[in-house]
């Protein structure tokens, strides 16, 4: 398995290719920085302590195409609260409820952490 700085990166989506969760393959986590999948698109295969300068405090939306949940925090390391854990394949054109524009960290687990 990669680690997790050569399984994370961020990408910018060319314009024909915007809004489309399907940008987000197989076994990755996708955050974006837009509502509908718009913007720049993070995507990882394991969970980040920190989603990076780019991603901090922005995420609007995100699919889970990874076989794990996936939980949402507020600060780095997996801190701050707990907002919600997505199961896997959940796909959103928008953030669960307090969670829009705070995401600072997420962590990938075989069960719902909250
Ligand atoms: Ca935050």
Request: overall charge negative; aromatic content about 10%.
């Amino acid at each position: 398995m990669l680690g997790t700085a050569l399984a994370t990166a961020l990408a910018t989506a060319p314009p024909a290719a915007a809004r489309n969760p399907d940008n987000c393959l197989p076994g990755q986590f996708c955050l974006w920085e837009s509502v509908d999948h718009g913007g720049v698109m993070l995507y990882s295969t394991g969970s980040m302590a920190y989603v990076g300068d780019l991603m901090n405090d922005r995420a609007s939306s995100f699919r889970n195409n990874t076989s794990s949940w996936v939980t949402f925090y507020d600060s780095r390391d997996y801190r701050g609260g707990c907002f919600d854990s997505i199961p896997p394949g959940a796909v959103s054109p928008v953030m669960p409820p307090g969670a829009d524009d705070v995401v600072t960290s997420f962590r990938l687990t075989r069960w719902a952490n909250c």
